[in-house]
T-cell receptor, first 114, second 113 residues
Framework: AQKITQTQPGMFVQEKEAVTLDCTYD???????LFWYKQPSSGEMIFLIY??????QNATEGRYSLNFQKARKSANLVISASQLGDSAMYFC???????????FGKGTRLHILP | DSGVTQTPKHLITATGQRVTLRCSPR?????VYWYQQSLDQGLQFLIQ???????AKGNILERFSAQQFPDLHSELNLSSLELGDSALYFC????????????FGPGTRLLVL
């Protein structure tokens, strides 16, 4: 079974609009961490935001926020006021328990339209 | 800039050859991770080293090996290369605590012809 599911292979959004990128995860470990990374066309992986399973509040980093719904095993990334530079591939990822490795979803390609 | 450096940026080689990819972690980070990103398999964890010792192993082929040196830089060795080994290879580093974020280097793009 897929550990991380990103159901939107691609999205087109008008500049300045808010964007929600979907991510659901599957784990039976009560301790886990959820990540979002951005991969622009240049190829590098840029860390955006982290949410721990025991964190009481949703994580926020500037224009990025993580809509964490634990019961639904959902960790959607919200980008407010999108910019042309937000066009990239976005990966949701998870680390379980004391395991160090990160498991990645297949990604969502986001296109911001001028 | 994540602070993680990888060399070379691009590598073109032939089937059957052997290559070495190099990674220098962020200052202060003890853990180094290697990931492979290919079109068909996506991003996959290969192996992790912590302070010179292998800590975790993922989907790493027997033809691949890695090590972490006393100065904490790491090398990933890929041998008997096949066409399917063509991929983007990332190194990431963290302090070593499982709760810590992993910061990725710019990657090495390997093309096997």
């Amino acid at each position: 079974a897929q550990k991380i599911t990103q159901t939107q292979p691609g999205m087109f959004v008008q500049e300045k609009e808010a964007v929600t990128l979907d991510c659901t995860y599957d784990t039976s470990d009560p301790s886990y961490g959820l990540f979002w990374y951005k991969q622009p066309s240049s190829g590098e992986m840029i860390f955006l935001i982290y949410q721990g399973s025991y964190d009481q509040q949703n994580a926020t980093e500037g224009r990025y926020s993580l809509n964490f719904q634990k019961a639904r095993k959902s960790a959607n990334l919200v980008i407010s006021a999108s910019q042309l530079g937000d066009s990239a591939m976005y990966f949701c990822a998870m680390r379980e328990g004391r395991d160090d490795k990160i498991i990645f979803g297949k990604g969502t390609r986001l296109h911001i339209l001028p | 800039d994540s602070g993680v450096t990888q060399t070379p940026k691009h590598l073109i080689t032939a089937t059957g050859q052997r290559v070495t990819l190099r990674c220098s972690p962020r200052s202060g980070d003890l853990s180094v991770y290697w990931y492979q990103q290919s079109l068909d398999q996506g991003l996959q964890f290969l192996i992790q080293y912590y302070n010179g010792e292998e800590r975790a192993k993922g989907n790493i082929l027997e033809r691949f090996s890695a090590q972490q040196f006393p100065d904490l830089h790491s090398e990933l060795n890929l041998s008997s290369l096949e066409l399917g080994d063509s991929a983007l290879y990332f190194c990431a580093s963290s302090v070593g605590n499982p709760q810590e974020t992993q910061y990725f280097g710019p990657g090495t793009r390997l093309l096997v012809l």
